[in-house]
């Protein structure tokens, strides 16, 4: 059986903080894909970065839904529920 998001209600509309992992971009480091929080608008590394900056961001924050920001993709994960799906 899928497993359903229970934190949809929690998306904001937000703008992207930087056009790169903002926190990589602080220290001059590298990233593989970036992932955009839906709650705030902080755009970190992914999970393949070594810096895994977008895991970070929730495990700091609590806020549980990042989007691909990568071109190409609207796929949408939950941290909590450990769900993926897309947005329409």
Same mark, same amino acid.
């Given at each position: 059986?899928?497993?359903?998001? @229970?934190?949809?209600?929690?998306?904001?509309?937000?703008?992207?903080?930087?056009? /790169? *992992?903002? %926190?990589?971009? &602080?220290?001059?480091? @590298?990233?593989?894909?970036?992932?955009?929080?839906?709650?705030?608008?902080?755009? /970190? *590394?992914? %999970?393949?970065? &070594?810096?895994?900056?977008?895991?970070?961001?929730?495990?700091?924050?609590?806020?549980?839904?990042?989007?691909?920001?990568?071109?190409?993709?609207?796929?949408?994960?939950?941290?909590?529920?450990?769900?993926?799906?897309?947005?329409?």
């Amino acid at each position: 059986m899928a497993k359903d998001c @229970t934190h949809l209600d929690q998306i904001q509309e937000v703008t992207p903080f930087a056009n /790169g *992992c903002e %926190d990589c971009l &602080k220290t001059g480091d @590298t990233w593989v894909h970036l992932r955009l929080c839906l709650i705030c608008g902080h755009v /970190g *590394c992914c %999970d393949s970065s &070594k810096n895994k900056h977008a895991t970070k961001h929730f495990h700091a924050t609590g806020h549980p839904l990042i989007q691909s920001h990568e071109p190409g993709e609207d796929w949408v994960w939950c941290y909590i529920d450990e769900v993926a799906m897309e947005l329409r």
